[in-house]
């Protein structure tokens, strides 16, 4: 059996069997837990729950799992996909998933890069749900502490979205062993956010009907911390729509008069926008791209297309916003004397998370503790760091103290990201945890941010982020008056604020043609560099043949960026 055949079997036997399985020699040893003394709450838990909580955190911490999340971390991070083009990523993924013992659909909410792995039967139901997809133009050599590309221009992980589901398998692959073992009902089910970057599944997978026999969801994004918050997340929702205006082509020197310029619609509707701004509300954030600016300069444009994301902080916010731009787009028009129509790319809702979900997790979060960071791994820290010109704080030391506020007042929020998590959040309890697989410095949809997404701080952080995972996982497993209690905030405090409707209209439709373009453009040249787990034992390893650099790799002599 070759080395990755048995890390895609951990699933079969105990974790002693697998660690006996797999070869020693030349293995880390992954690093120990830290243990703080175990919470109030979880001290009032049946002692069987603990007992079992405590061999699935030793499961996890083996090296085998240890080295089955570094697989699987380096792997989805050497594909690189854009959202809705997802492909290698969804048949890695779930032929893991299939290997062990995992029922799969794809193409589910009419989306061919998304799928559902199940396992088990019964209630709870419980999903585990992490982002995929990866940024434009943010290949980057991991390891490496100033921009260095692997395939020029191409995209790559400069979100860090290459580590959350393989935490998600890590922590699902434990507690099903613990689950067979013990005969515990239950069912186990795993999701990807699809296009995450776009905003452009998860209401989808809402109206679809994926998560009504779902009774919690948990969901993660890497950071810089093992950490986890409640209630209203602050941030803004979105809905990400595009406009296409049509006029009539002529000859651009010959007889412009006799052209009605889609282009000249586009730009009078962003000119307008920016003059609109001062008049918005301090909290909105705005933004666009022109995606069609016509065919060539001596032909007026008969076409012409420009994509906005427009961000509030509530529904009501984001429709007003809404109606804003379809005004301006309706005053453009008339100027030019073109016609337009207008298509929804993606919507998020307001992220709001479960406190009886996020207490429990935070509980075994102070269990699990931070990982061991090395000399090598403060090195490429603190020199990125250096290289962006941000404070040199290195990696994370301390774990905070969990926060949370039913309702933040709207006159206190001041805007920022969107997530489309918030569309779950407001169908079935959730909770997130963030995971320290990457550190602070870059600034986010940036090549900087994919600096440490295949290195040792990666796969230590998605393991630890396993751990904690796996250990609330099963304790809501095992403790129905944790479901019930979430399920009653759910039901009694976040619903009594407002009920979801969704941004989507019946007729929208996923925009699963976006970013085929550019991925036909790359793949080819991208493929050279997938990981080959076969051969090397992790990713910097055949970075190191393939391109002759080692870890951490930093700039000498001078702290500018190229």
């Known amino acids: 059996m070759t ?25 880390r040893q992954a690093p120990a837990a830290q243990a703080p003394p175990a919470s109030a709450a979880a001290a009032k838990a049946d002692p069987r729950v603990q007992k079992l909580k405590d061999q699935v955190l030793a499961d996890v911490s083996s090296p085998s799992m240890y080295d089955l999340g570094q697989v699987m971390t380096d792997t989805v991070f050497s594909f690189g996909e854009l959202g809705f083009q997802e492909f290698e990523t969804q048949k890695y993924l779930t032929g893991v998933l299939k290997d062990n013992g995992f029922s799969v659909e794809t193409g589910v909410a009419g989306i061919p890069t998304a799928w559902v792995a199940k396992w088990g039967s019964g209630h709870p139901v419980i999903a585990l749900g992490s982002d995929v997809d990866c940024i434009p133009q943010a290949s980057q050599k991991p390891g490496v502490a100033f921009r260095d590309q692997i395939v020029e221009g ?12 393989p935490l998600n398998i890590v922590a699902a692959l434990a507690v099903k062993r613990i689950m067979e073992r013990e005969k515990l009902p239950g069912t186990i089910m795993i999701w990807p956010g ?24 948990m969901y993660n994004h890497v950071g810089s911390n093992l950490s986890t918050g409640w209630g209203d997340s602050g941030g803004n929702g979105m809905v990400s729509i595009e406009y296409l205006f049509e006029g009539e082509t002529a000859h651009s020197a010959g007889a412009p008069w006799r052209g009605r310029s889609a282009l000249d619609a586009v730009e009078l509707m962003n000119v307008g926008w920016n003059y609109r701004r001062e008049h918005l509300r301090l909290q909105q954030r705005s933004h666009y791209v022109i995606n069609n600016g016509g065919d060539q300069p001596n032909v007026v444009p008969r076409n012409a297309g420009v994509w906005y994301y427009l961000r509030e902080t509530n529904y009501e916010n ?38 009886t979900m996020a207490e429990t997790l935070h509980a075994n979060i102070k269990q699990v503790g931070l990982p061991t960071w ?17 404070p040199v704080v290195g990696l994370v030391k301390d774990i905070r103290e969990l926060r949370g506020q039913e309702m933040i007042p709207d006159d206190d929020k001041r805007g920022g990201g969107s997530d489309d998590i918030g569309d779950i959040s407001w169908s079935v ?75 989507i209209r019946p007729g929208d439709q996923p925009a699963v043609h976006l970013n085929k373009g550019i991925m036909d453009r790359y793949r080819a040249d991208m493929k050279k560099y997938y990981f080959d787990s ?15 650099y080692s870890y951490p790799t930093v700039r000498t002599g001078t702290s500018s960026q190229p």
């Not at 990457?438 to 630890?464: E, R």
Request: charged letters at 15%; one cysteine or more; a positive charge.
């Open 534 to 548: 076969t051969k090397y034992k992790t990713y910097l390893d055949q970075m190191k043949a393939q391109f002759g």
């Open 374 to 390: 090395s000399e090598a791994d403060l090195a490429l820290a603190t020199a990125t760091q250096k290289e962006l010109k941000v």
């Open 318 to 355: 984001i429709k007003n916003l809404w109606d804003v731009a379809d005004k301006m787009a309706q005053g453009a028009s008339l100027m030019t004397n073109t016609t337009f129509t207008s298509r929804v790319l993606g919507t998020a809702w307001p992220s709001h998370m479960n406190r």
């Open 429 to 503: 309890p959730t909770v997130s945890l963030s995971f320290p697989a990457n550190f602070q410095a870059g600034p986010g949809h940036n090549w900087a941010n994919a600096i440490p997404m295949a290195t040792p701080i990666a796969h230590k952080g998605v393991n630890y982020g396993a751990r904690a995972q796996a250990m609330t996982l099963l304790e809501f497993m095992m403790r129905p008056e944790l479901v019930q209690g979430a399920k009653d905030y759910f039901q009694n405090v976040q619903l009594k604020q407002r009920q979801y409707t969704p941004l």
């Open 3 to 27: 080395r990755k055949a048995v890390l895609w079997m951990v699933a079969t036997g105990c974790a002693v069997a697998v660690a006996v399985a797999v070869p020693q020699a030349g293995r």
């Open 194 to 217: 699809i296009a995450e970057e776009q905003l452009g599944t998860k209401a989808y997978y809402v109206r679809a009907g994926m998560f009504k026999d779902v009774d919690l969801v």
């Open 154 to 165: 191409a995209p790559g992980h400069g979100e860090g979205h290459n580590s959350g589901t």
